[in-house]
């Protein structure tokens, strides 16, 4: 979940506006209810675009020069 579907969960659930419900939020924070991941296969498909990208760029260069 990101931060605004889980803001929005507080917010259903508890009835609340938009500014107690990010209150809330940093409160969980602060007291490690809820932790913060990266999402691995997000940034692992970054790098292999990434890669490919340069592998690319370094191809055309070598078939330039």
Same mark, same amino acid.
Do not use: P
């Given at each position: 979940? @990101?931060?605004?579907?889980?803001?929005?969960?507080?917010?259903?659930?508890?009835e609340?506006?938009?500014?107690?419900?990010?209150r809330?939020?940093?409160?969980?924070?602060?007291?490690?209810?809820?932790?913060?991941?990266?999402?691995? @296969?997000?940034?692992?498909?970054?790098?292999?675009?990434?890669?490919?990208?340069?592998?690319?760029?370094?191809?055309?260069?070598?078939?330039?020069?």
């Amino acid at each position: 979940m @990101n931060k605004q579907e889980i803001k929005e969960k507080i917010k259903r659930q508890l009835e609340c506006d938009d500014d107690t419900a990010e209150r809330i939020f940093h409160r969980a924070l602060e007291d490690k209810m809820i932790t913060v991941r990266l999402n691995w @296969n997000f940034v692992i498909g970054l790098v292999i675009y990434s890669m490919v990208i340069v592998t690319a760029i370094w191809a055309i260069w070598r078939h330039i020069g």
